[in-house]
């Protein structure tokens, strides 16, 4: 179960419908020459199609009418042509994020400057979700993030890096549980996530990476 968007503040409607028509009529108005500028990002003027990386695979996108379709590779699951979260959190990104790249330091979701906005949806629905769904299951992570491609990286018991969009990186880190303590989680985010993100995006973002890495799990 995805989050709510209208409890995150995407549009005042329980619906996807109302969201996605909302972003589509900005996007239809947008100069993609502009998105391609500011995202640094390739943008073909003949075949009218963005090149964007999301999550390990490159996907186009058209414009105006944002139909999606991955460049062939091993993953077995694309979140941004099957998850309609993903799909409104990427043209949020075209059309308000810009060209990025961190300082090396990660933040977590509280340490943002809008840290306390949704920090109650954000910890139930993915710091205690990655737990649950791979503190007892290690192997099982390591396997799913080394088929994305994520870097390992020296936090817990376990911890993963992975890029999201390009420049903007997020941890994965796991404390594996035992007989006394449950399983523990934290997810990190690189310092220039701010410059592109806001706070719904940030917690929509945890709930679609983690509902993306149960569906490659499928795929192994």
Sequence with gaps: ???????????????ERMPWEHYMEQYQKADPLEIAKRLGIPYDQET???TLRFLGTVYQISFPNFQVTHLADHMGFYPLE????????????????????????????REMPWGEVYLRQFDGRCIKRLAFSYGNRLEAFRAIMEHIHGAPVKHGD????????????????????????PPS???????????????????????????SLKAFGKVL
């Design 185 to 211: 989680s934290q997810i990190l985010f690189s310092d220039n996530f701010p410059v592109s993100f806001q706070a719904e995006d940030m917690a929509v973002m945890g709930d679609v990476i983690i509902g």
């Design 48 to 50: 009218r199609l963005f």
């Design 158 to 181: 376990i911890a993963y890096e992975v890029e999201i969009y390009p420049g903007y990186q997020i941890q994965m880190i796991l404390w594996e549980g035992d007989e006394e303590f």
């Design 82 to 109: 099957e998850m309609i979260y993903a799909k409104i959190l990427t043209i949020r990104f075209l059309l308000s994020g810009a060209e990025s790249t961190g300082s090396g330091k990660f933040k977590t979701y």
């Design 1 to 15: 179960m995805a989050f709510n968007l209208n409890d995150l503040g995407y549009e005042k409607d329980s619906k």
